[in-house]
């Protein structure tokens, strides 16, 4: 994998990633631009906005605190990762660093998503009430887009600061960069997670359940608490999620492309998100909803548009800047390779662009209640909730299955495309940044989904919104149900892409590795099964069943946290419907903000026990077992999550736009029998499309990075001087340890629905 | 892999080939003996027994006409074996006849497992009303040892044939055994299964949910059909599925053990089971239902005690049989190899019993009625459904994690035992030996559950049963849940260890095909990217996705086949309710033979789909993508499967558990909210339970068997003088045609439910 090659900077090269860098700016500034103008737009009537204020107040309190919580995780891990074997000082000092960066960056996007998301919602209800459909549709949009342009300028402006001041050191230190971000964001998904689908569920338990009063009604405690959730879940958790999905992707193909394709191959993949970020750009300001069509089909239209433009615009970079021949390249390890690098390479970025188009079209095809599975998922509510539960499991199933064959289509189209390993490996990274190109709109799209959800929830909390706004509002709400499970479908492609890739980096780190642990060492042959990765060997197999595991353990956490921290919501709501007299006539208010403390707390204290899993899992497998077992587990990981990842959040997505067919009057409508099946799969949906589907993407890049990170140390621990088997053990052991005592602790805590 | 070993056999080798002979032919004997016992006792009333007659008649037509079914598929693939490559005219004429005995084995206990049981349900009915429990609980064990020692028999006289008869060949003519039991085995869980969940899912929508009447009522047309379903599904199905783990395990041990011990590594593997045998009978006999305990404390007692005396007996026949050096093996790969082969082997078999005991204790605990976990589950029905569906899934996916660590610890442990691969390999086979000796006392165990099951039915419909003995059977039906899944767990993990040392035989089939594809051929290295299996290789990781996809797609084609085959029986049943005037009154008969002709016929046509998927997707991966990629295939799918047999098979018990529980006066007890919260639950499992997740693991076997069979074929199609890309590709393409062309066929027949 290592070709030696010397990474130096041209005067041109280094012009290059200064220009990279200042569309990042130019991304940044576009992006303070559109919010500018979201704010500018009316705000509504007081009521209306006394209660978004108290969703800004709550979701800022929620993420504070959680910042303040995981500002400890992030110093320890910081310590870690400077004790972990570096090439040279400078490159230990540049990752540890980077990874505050990357962690920093991580958060900032999933703040201003919150942020901006908090006050758009009452600006879109206060459109949909005076000024129309288009308009509304236009604020929501542009609030997305500001969210789209700041995620993609960071990663961008990050990526080419790291490469213009480390130039060859810069891979190391990306690797920093991507852990920091990826860790940040798996904790956002996972608190925001569970946040959100605890008061979603633990309200709709009480309220419509118990109680019989409507979704967002001003009488139940909860309603704040779900509003805030929505933000911290649907817009923090995925605005960093989608940034970390960008930084890492990015931070895999420079890795891969100095190795393959020398100083062009690190400075190509800055300059096709660069094309992204432009198209991003041209895609916000063309969304203009038309009359006569559905929300979706304008969302459609705009990425379908800057998705083309992306790629007539790499097409040209590719063949402007990449040599036509491999001997061009001026790389010892390629020179004499058959075939066109400019070809290669354009078209590993054209099977990005195509695979994110395809995912698009697939889980809207799964998901949209204009089509024909969720259709069905809805006419079985007539035969019940078992009917409805089992269709919307095979829903989601098969539509995981032809997610995961079109991915895995994809990287071994990318695969095909060269002789060499390493110029396969580089082709799939290129193939993560064509993806990569469409995150600014896909940003944009996703954010619409929580915005609308929250203006719908302002305007009924408020009761000043006239019926057509409603309906305005419900419609947009279908909408943002399929871009959202499509958001996920797209970040979950660029989980497999750069784990594919990073599999390079995992293997290059290994070599090294032993390289320097000296030739003689290599001859101790008792140990080397732990670095044999071959997949017929049963101690690697052993690894794959262990990722597999891992992927069902994490998920089960998640949906039990939620279960957990919504019963402590039904308590307290129950309580104030109790302690409180007046809540029910209206003549008093209920304390919303004590829901949001307990929410709060809860999300907070079930977010360790996943994410210490994710960091501590591979620390267990690669000391314990070695490295071949841990590349097996990273494959088994990636395999089962793929298709669990899918599989939860398009299930999810289905059953939720199930729910709206028959809230439509199909089958009965609101209040038939029908319904009530729909809300059983709705509610069943609710944890596994918001907390633990979307938490799946993360967790994957986590465990890869933190492998790729660990790698040499295992070496190093295992053969040569250095070999030590009790300390490889121990490290091993107190990881075992660190994750059963956070699943004891989180078992503890039994659940206040069950016990 | 392959040591130029050249088996010969002594005499005093030859007399212990032919003494495991004749205790599988004891073992037949007996099992002969307890079934005149179980038919000696008293049939009960003319209505029980009319009612008992029209289930046998119905179970007996359906295995008849699923035989004719099947048989042209196993003539087809009788076919395709004759012109897979095969090392002599010898070698390929015992490989396909084999197969058709293994076939026919397979299909053997099946019929046989259904007759007996369809003959006991009666008698145990009878039994519970007017001899008592401890009488009743006999005949049902009993019934379930008869088959038990059938099963076990019947492998160990396959096996011991073809070793006495092929000597040296043997290894080879097994692959076709096993593969011809695995195959049927396969058919008969998915036809089975979807048969007796269509039945049981249609009759409880009309009978308990339309019509308001209890299960198991006369007026229901559909209740034959749902008690037929329990013989062909639970016993004929489930006896099918163990007799092919036996086989398939055996047949492992076998191959690898003539690669690593030589002659004794061929006869040791049939020496364990043998002993297994002897176990099996003592642990029939001695099991007493003791008035003061549960019925699971009885069984367990038999099973623990059986375990401790193969242990030692297996202990005694390692010491005895084995060298207590590798020199004295006399098989030149393993000479000078550290440790001793007598102790190796024991401890290797030893991991399989202990592994087959924690399985046990593991499966008990997360679905027994007693335990915590279920008890919690059946709490959350005072929340509703959703959270029954939530928390079930939740049990579901934390059972399978530990599960699934618990059996990688076996595989692992077992590969620590040497330090040479294919001694590892040897060790993991026998581990499966190991598990084996358990099966006689897991299938008496498991054949409990269906007939306590049917019992009550036939209480039930014929009204002749005391309350007391009622109150008996609904104890025993209970056990029967535990016993079953237990039975599931015990499976899969025969799965993973036989999958795991397959996989040697796969290299080894590798390895001799390019050995005689000449070794200049090699040279090809575009071609070699194919061979390669390195986990850190894109296109091995695609083929672990894919194998994860397909687990995935199979469940799915199940789930949705009850679904469609239960939507035809609720429109016959409204039917007959509707143009059957008197049913409802008790004054005429429903016409249950048209249910069950109707269930039958769609059964048959719904098992297509998944079968197929099964036998082909392994050939379109292989010849596609080549050798490397399939065996990231396969073990994308041993990762993926284990985690969701257990997962599908723990929840759905768990969830009629907890049915159970709130059945027996908790929580409101029968007709509350509560109630109708876990009778969802249940329903959403019974698919789960009894369709989709047994069949995951003869799916994995037939998966492995297929791909070692076709491996030589893809090498000599890829390099060398037959090399010929064309052929291969028509061949992964029609492979890719025929699945596609079934999914298509099964889509059309859109669901009654649905469509």
């Given amino acids: 994998m290592d070709t030696g090659q010397v990474i130096t900077f041209t005067g041109s090269d280094k012009t290059i990633v200064v220009i990279v860098g200042v569309v990042a700016l130019v991304a940044l500034a576009i992006s303070f631009v559109l919010r500018a103008g979201v704010l500018a737009a009316g705000k509504g009537s007081p009521r209306m906005q006394e209660i978004s204020e108290a969703v800004q107040e709550g979701a800022a309190a929620y993420l504070g605190r959680q910042f303040r919580t995981l500002g400890i995780f992030v110093v320890v891990v910081f310590a870690l990762l400077f004790v972990l074997p570096a090439n040279s000082t400078g490159e230990r000092i540049g990752r540890s660093i980077f990874f505050l960066v990357g962690a920093g960056f991580s958060a900032a996007i999933g703040y201003t998503g919150m942020w901006l998301a908090t006050r758009a919602n009452v600006r879109v209800a206060a459109a949909a009430n005076g000024e129309g459909r288009e308009r509304a549709m236009q604020i929501a949009f542009r609030t997305g887009g500001s969210v789209g342009l700041a995620t993609t300028g960071l990663g961008l402006l990050g990526a080419s600061v790291v ?76 605005a960093a999620d989608l940034f970390e999905s960008y930084a890492v992707t990015l931070v895999a193909s420079l890795i891969l492309g100095s190795a393959a394709f020398g100083t062009k191959g690190l400075i190509f993949p800055l300059i096709v998100p660069a094309i992204g970020v432009l198209t991003a750009i041209i895609g916000v300001y063309i969304t203009r909803a038309r009359a006569s069509e559905s929300g979706l089909a304008t969302i459609n239209r705009s990425f379908y548009i800057s998705a083309l433009i992306s790629a007539v615009l790499c097409a040209v970079a590719a063949f402007v800047y990449l040599p036509t021949t491999f001997d061009g390249l001026g790389v010892a390890a390629v020179q004499g390779l058959p075939g066109n690098p400019a070809v290669i390479a354009f078209v590993s970025v054209i099977i990005g662009i195509v695979l994110a188009a395809v995912i698009l079209w697939l889980t809207g095809y799964y998901t949209d209640t204009n089509k024909k599975p969720t259709q069905e998922v809805a006419k079985t509510s007539l035969t019940g909730a078992a009917t409805v539960i089992l269709s919307g499991i095979s829903v989601g199933f098969e539509s995981a299955v032809y997610t ?78 399929t871009t959202k499970a499509i958001t996920k479908g797209i970040a979950i492609a660029t989980a497999v892409l750069a784990a594919t890739a990073l599999f390079g980096s995992y293997s290059n780190a290994i070599g090294d590795a032993l390289a320097s642990a000296g030739g003689a060492a290599l001859d101790a042959a ?79 204290r079930e977010l ?11 620390i267990a497998v690669g000391f314990g077992l070695g490295t071949g077992p841990l590349a097996g587990y990273l494959a088994g990981a990636i395999g089962t999550g793929t298709l669990m990842a899918v599989f939860l959040a398009n299930s999810g997505g289905s059953w939720d736009n199930a729910k709206k067919l028959v809230e439509d009057g199909h089958y009965g409508g609101k209040g038939s029998e029908a319904h009530s099946a729909t809300v059983i799969g709705d509610t069943v949906g609710d944890p596994f499309k918001d907390t633990a589907g979307p938490a799946i993407n993360p967790l994957i890049k986590v465990m890869n990075l933190v492998s790729v990170l660990i790698a040499p140390a295992i070496v190093t621990l295992t053969v040569g001087d250095g070999a030590n088997d009790a300390v490889r053990i121990i490290i091993s052991l107190v990881a075992v340890l660190v994750i059963i005592a956070a699943i004891v602790v989180s078992k503890r805590r039994a659940s206040v629905l069950t016990g």
Same sequence: chains 1, 2.
């Fill in 404 to 481: 995961a064959l079109v991915i895995g289509a994809a990287v071994y189209g990318a695969f095909l495309l060269s002789g060499s390993l390493f110029v396969a490996l580089f082709c799939i990274a290129l193939a993560g940044c064509g993806l990569l190109t469409t995150v600014g709109v896909i940003v944009a799209m996703d954010t619409f989904g929580p915005i609308s959800d929250n203006a719908q929830g302002v305007a009924e909390m408020s009761g000043e919104v006239s019926e057509e706004g409603a309906q305005i509002l419900t419609d947009l709400d279908a909408v943002g149900n």
């Fill in 163 to 238: 490469v213009l001041v480390y130039v060859a050191e810069a891979p190391k230190v990306l690797e920093g960069f991507g852990f920091g971000a990826a860790m940040l964001a798996m904790f956002m998904r996972v608190g925001g997670g569970i946040f959100t689908k605890a008061a979603d569920v633990g309200a709709d338990l009480v309220g419509k359940v118990e109680q019989g009063i409507p979704e967002d009604d001003p009488r139940n405690a909860a309603t704040i608490a779900d509003n805030v959730g929505d933000n911290v879940g649907d817009c923090a958790g995925m």
């Fill in 526 to 604: 008792a140990g080397m099964s732990s670095f044999i990765s071959d997949i017929v060997s049963p101690n690697t197999l052993v690894g794959v069943l262990i990722g597999a595991a891992v992927v069902f353990l994490f998920s089960g956490l998640a949906v039990n946290a939620v279960s957990r921290a919504a019963g402590a919501v039904v308590n307290e709501v129950r309580r104030q419907f109790r302690d409180i007299p007046g809540i029910m006539e209206g003549t008093n208010k209920p304390e919303y903000g004590k829901v949001v403390d307990i929410v709060t707390r809860d999300s907070l």
């Fill in 608 to 618: 360790a026990t996943p994410g210490l899993l994710a960091v501590f899992a591979p």
